[in-house]
Nanobody
């Protein structure tokens, strides 16, 4: 069974930085297509950043210029770094990985989410 485990959430000061990680569980599974989402209280879940199998990255306008998504060499762990934090960055952060089943149909697996609280 494919499973993603997140870590790194907590309380961070405004102007500081957060560093989140997402680790895969299950044999032979790799984070080829990985995306980070976040959901603030009372808001919808929004895409923050994504990375493709060849390393191409994309970022939401709200974090562009202060966000970095990365992955280790064996693609078992992905990372999200977000600098210059503001109160609007407070949210539950989720990682999502895309994979294909035996019939090459796209499927998705989500992490459990980690709470990030930004305070002044």
């Amino acid at each position: 069974q494919v499973q993603l485990v997140e870590s790194g959430g907590g309380l961070v000061r405004t102007g500081g930085a957060l560093n989140l990680s997402c680790t895969t569980a299950g044999s032979s599974f790799r984070l080829n297509h990985l995306a980070w989402y976040r959901q603030a209280p009372g808001k919808e879940r929004d895409l923050v950043a994504s990375i493709t199998s060849d390393g191409n990255t994309d970022y939401a306008d709200s974090v562009k210029g202060r966000c970095t998504i990365s992955r280790n060499n064996d693609k078992t762990t992905a990372y999200l770094q977000l600098n210059s934090l503001t109160l609007d960055d407070t949210a539950v952060y989720y990682c999502k990985s895309e994979y294909r089943d035996r019939y090459r149909r796209p499927r998705f697996v989500w992490g459990q989410g980690t709470q990030v609280t930004v305070a002044s």
